[in-house]
C-alpha cells in the first residue's frame, strides 16, 4: 500500500510557522529562515528553475523525500491566499506561479468547494471538502501505487497525526527559536501511533529525524 | 573564564517535564521516559552506584559532559520537595540521600534562604537568595577554574537563557510526545545569545544536539 509521507521544518521550540503570517509573510515572522537550509541545495533549486546550489549531507535526504512521490496532500492553509469561499472573480491559484514544482497532482484540504486547477507541468490542484481521509483515498488512487506526500501545514498535519494516518515523518529540525507561531505538535496529544525514530542525519544548519513504523 | 554548561533532555514536543509533577512523580506524567536513554549507560549508573549498563553513542556525550565540571547550580523546583519556606523541623533534603551523585558544590536557586546542607561523597547544598548572576558567580569561584553546570529545571533554564549567560547547551532530543507539561523554550524569545549548532550525534532513544559560540 502506498505510504503517506509526511516532512517538515521545525524550529528547536517547536514552531514551522512564525507569529503574524500574512500574504506579504507567509511564514510569518522568522518562519523562512525554517527553509533557508534546504533553498540552498542544488536539489531543491533545480526543480525550482533556479541555477546553482550546494550539495551537502542534506541533499540525499531530500532527493530520498523527493522520490516516489506520486501526489500531494496539503491544508487550505498551505496554498494560501484567504480564508473562507473563494473569490468568484479570479480566485487565489497558489504560491507557485503557472508552473508549480509539483508536477503531480495535488490534493488541498478544504471546506469550500471549488473547480480542480490545472497548471504547467502536470500539476493540477483538486480541492477536496470531505476531510482528510478522502483526501488521502483520493490521492492514494492518483498516485498510482507511488506514496503521497502530506506537505503541511500546521493544521493537516495534526490531522493526521491524531488519526494516526501518518507512516513516515521527515522532521528538519532547524537550531534557532521562533518564539511564537503555529506550533507543529499542538494538540496531538503523546501517541506516534508506531512512528518511531530510525534514523538522524546532520547537515549544514539543520538536523534530519526521520520517524517510521518498524 | 569558566563556562556555564547546561544539559537537558527535552521531548519532541519541546517539554522538558510532563503535566501533573508531584513528590511521587518529579517529573510529571511521562517524564521520567526522556530519562531512560541515560539512565541505561554504565557511565551514568557507574556514578550512581548501580551495575551494569551500556555503552554506546551517547556514552561520549555524557563522559564529555560530566568531564570538567566543578560546581552545578539548579532551581528549587528540581531540589524539589515542596514549595515555599523550608520546613523549620526536618527539612527536604534532595532526591539523592545521604551520598548525591554530585561530589561537588551545587548552588540551589530559591526564594527561602536556609543554612548550607553537607553530606556525603563532597557534595554541599548551598542555597542562594540573590538571583541567578549571584549564583552563577558563587558557582565560579567554587569551581576553581573548572566549569560549572546548569542542572535545570525549566524555570532556572530560561532565566539563564534570557540573561544569555548560558555558554553551552547538550539538548538530548527523546523522540517521544508528552502532550503537556514544561516546556522548556517558553517564554525565552527569539534570541540564542550567540549559541550555534555545532554537533549532532544520533544514539539509540535520543538525538544529541550541542549547541556553543563559535
Known sequence: MSKLRFRISMSLDGFVAGPDQSLDNPLGIGGEGLHDWVVSLEV??????????????????????????????????????????????????????DDPPFHHPVFVITHHAREPLELKGGTTFTFVTEGIESALERAREAARGQDVSLAG??????????????????????????????????????????????????????????????
Chains 1, 2 share one sequence.
Open 153 to 214: 501545514g500546521a493544521d493537516a498535519a495534526q490531522q493526521y497525526l491524531r488519526a494516526g494516518l501518518v507512516d513516515e515523518m521527515d522532521l528538519h529540525l532547524v537550531p534557532v527559536l521562533l518564539g511564537s507561531g503555529e506550533r507543529l505538535f499542538e494538540e496531538v496529544g503523546t501517541d506516534l501511533h508506531g512512528l518511531e525514530l530510525v534514523r538522524s542525519v546532520a547537515a549544514p544548519g539543520v538536523t534530519h529525524l526521520k520517524f517510521a513504523r518498524r
Open 44 to 97: 531543491w533549486r533545480a526543480p525550482h528553475g533556479l541555477p546553482g546550489g550546494e550539495v551537502n549531507e542534506s541533499s540525499t535526504v531530500v532527493e530520498e523525500e523527493q522520490a516516489g512521490i506520486g501526489a500531494t496532500i496539503m491544508g487550505r492553509n498551505m496554498f494560501g491566499g484567504h480564508p473562507g469561499p473563494w473569490n468568484a472573480d479570479g480566485p487565489w491559484n497558489g504560491w507557485w506561479g
